[in-house]
C-alpha cells in the first residue's frame, strides 16, 4: 500500500469520525436543551432539604444515564484507539452515577447535588483528558477541553455548596445550559476543520 493510499485512507476515517461527532454533538445539544427547560418549569424551586418530586427525580436520573449512552455512541463513531478505556471509564461512571442519583433522589435535593457535583467533576476530568487524546486525530477538541474544564470545577463547587440552604436544580440546569453552549462550539469548530480539509 502505499502513502498516499494511507493518508487518504486515514483522511477519509478522520472526516467520517468528524461527522458522526458533529451529528451526536448536535443530539447532545438538543437534550441539554430540552432537559434545561424541564427543570426550569417543574423543578427550579426545589432546594437542598426538600425532597425530589417524581419529575425531578426522572430528570436527576436521567441526566447521567444519558451521558453514559452517549459515551457509548461516540466510542463506536471513534472506533478503537488511546481513548478506548478512558472512554469506558466515562461510561462506568456515568453508569455509576445514575445508581447513586436512583438512591439519592430518595433522599434530599441536596444529596442528589452531592452526587451530581461529584459525576460531574470525575466526568469533567476524563473530557479533557479525551479532548487531548484526540485532538491530533479528530481535531477542534478545544471546545470540548475547556468544557470539560468548566465542568471539573463546576462539579467541585456543585459539590462544595450542596448543603447550603440556598441550593437548588437550576444550577445543576446552569451546568447543563453551558454543557449544551460548548457542544454547540464543538459542532462548529469540527465543521470549519471540516471545510479546511477539503479545499
Known sequence: MTQTTVTSTTSATATTTSSG????????????????????????????????????????????????????????????????????????LGLAATAGMIVAVFSTVGTALLVFGVWALLSGAIQLVVAIRRRRTVGAQWPMAISGGQSVIAGATIAATSASATSNLSTVAGYSAFGAFWFLVSVIALSLRSRREKR
Open 21 to 92: 461527532l458533529r451529528s451526536l454533538h448536535l443530539v447532545r445539544v438538543a437534550f441539554s436543551l430540552i432537559w434545561v427547560a424541564l427543570v426550569l418549569a417543574t423543578s427550579a424551586s426545589l432546594v437542598s432539604t426538600d425532597e425530589p418530586t417524581v419529575i425531578a427525580a426522572v430528570l436527576l436520573v436521567v441526566y447521567p444515564l444519558w451521558d453514559a449512552i452517549a459515551t457509548l455512541i461516540e466510542r463506536s463513531l471513534t472506533g478503537t484507539g488511546s481513548t478506548n478505556s478512558v472512554s469506558t471509564t466515562n461510561m462506568v
